[in-house]
Each structure stands twice: as C-alpha cells, then as structure tokens.
C-alpha cells in the first residue's frame, strides 16, 4: 500500500513539472523575441532556447509515461465504508463534509472512467515520434518603393507626360535624387508634386502667376481647396504594393480639373455656390462638385 502510494505521489510530481514546463514552452513563444537575446544572432538565441525548453518538455513526457506505468489499476470503483456514517450527524458542520466526500468519490469514479476510455483509445492509435531538425528561416528582403533608381522615377513622368496632351509636366530634383514636377493644366492652373521614390509625398495647386514655392499655398482660396482635395485624392490612390499604379490614377483624376471653371456641379448645376466653382471631383467617375454638394 505503501509503495502504490509513493509511486501515485511520483507520478502526480511529475505531471506537476510537465505542466510547469509546458507553461514555460507557451510563455516564451508568446513573447518572442526579448531584450535579453541581446541584438545580434537573436533569432538563433530565441531557437536555441525553444529547443532546450522541447527537450525538456520530451523529457519530462517520458518520466510521466514511465511513472503511470508503474501503476496499479485499482480493483473498483471506491466505496464511502464507515464515512457513510456522517450523514447521519446532526451538527452542521460534520453535515457538510458529507456532501463534499461525495462529490470528492464521484469525481473520482469519473476519473477512472475516462481513464479507461482514453486508455483504449491511445492504445488503438499509437503515436509515431518524429524529431525533426529546422534551419534557421530568413526573412524576405522587402523591396522599398522610396529607393529606386532615378531611371525609373523618369520613365514614369514621361509616360504620364505622353498620357495627357493638354498637360505640360516639367521635373526637377532639388532634392536630390527625388524629383519635383510641374504639372500644368492648360491656363487653368498648375500644381507642384514632390515624390518619394515612386510615391507622391506632397501637392500644392497655385495660380500660373503664383511663385513655385512647394511650401507656401496659394493666395487665392479657391486653389486652397482644390489643394485640400488633392491630399485627399493622394492618400486616397496611395498604394505601396503598385504605386506607378497609384501616380497614374492621381494623375487621371488631377486631370479632371482642366475644367474646374467651366463644368457646373453634378448636383445644383450652378457654377458658383459661395462665390466658388465646384472644387471638388469625384474619385471614381471625376464628375464635378461643390463642397458643400459632394
């Protein structure tokens, strides 16, 4: 009896360090790499210590499944005996013990029972081991849309400049190596476009007769708003994944307001409302709107 006891206590010590170690598997995948792995070589240092915290885990699996083997079946299921004797006690306290010891053996029973059952579904589906060996995984080198050669950045220009007959674009690179161009519309209006790479980073519509500074805005407010739309268009086509993409369709649509003085608004059909043409076009289908009929 004795010695059932001691192997039930074995067993029941290392099911407590399998859980512990289990536990510490679960917590460091959910951390990931830490500030103790210091910053060169951490990814090898964060498998290493995966690996160790598996092996450990393996280990401990095989002192479990030695220990349970060890075991011997109990003849049956428990029986109260004596302790059937509490329900018969008229004190309160010596009451509720009762109820907790029959809980306690029904608990028990159902433990064997299951035990039973899952006994015999392990033994029919025997698990194969395989230990397997994982290399080291390299992350992909992403390509950046903001370093790209300035043979690129030009054939886009020139493409959008042969897109657009009534558009005449002029670049320069102050900021070298990324250009800054002039689109102008006609004698309607002209704006100054900075890209980054292949991505538009800022707009700013003025009059012909304005200056070309890219950091001051227009003077007169109608210019103003059609700046204000032109971020929104901008952020609105930005896409990282197919930016020449992106500037073709910002320009079509900046194209549209070849006739910001002349088209009436989709909506009222006036070409004034507060004393302003309709400054805002549509992303979709470029139809013309006021701002306060959009």
Known sequence: MERDIEQLNLALNNVKILRSNVRLVFES????????????????????????????????????????????????????????????????????????????????????????????????????????????????????????????????????????????ITSSRPFVPNPLIQASLGRVLKAMIAFKGLMIEWVVVKAHSESNDLWTESRYKVFRKVTENCHAAMCHFHSPMMPELAVRSFMHWFHSYITLFSAPCKRCGNHLHCNLPPTWRDLRTLEPYHEECK
């Open 29 to 168: 995948l959910s951390s990931g790499l830490r500030t103790e792995h210091g910053e060169e070589g951490k990814e090898n240092k964060f498998i290493l210590e995966l690996q160790d915290l598996l092996t450990l885990v393996n280990n401990n699996l095989r002192d479990v499944e030695g220990a349970v083997s060890s075991l011997t079946t109990p003849p049956g299921p428990f029986s109260l005996g004596n302790s059937t004797h509490l329900s018969q006690e008229t004190t309160q306290e010596r009451q509720q013990l009762y109820g907790q010891l029959v809980n306690s053996y029904k608990w028990t029973d159902k433990i064997r029972e299951y035990s039973a059952i899952a006994g015999n579904i392990l033994a029919t589906n025997s698990f194969n081991k395989t230990y397997k060996t994982f290399g080291t995984k390299r992350r992909k080198t992403q390509t950046s849309n903001h370093n790209v050669p300035p043979e690129v950045i030009e054939n886009l220009i020139t493409s959008i400049d042969r897109l657009f007959s009534d558009v005449a």
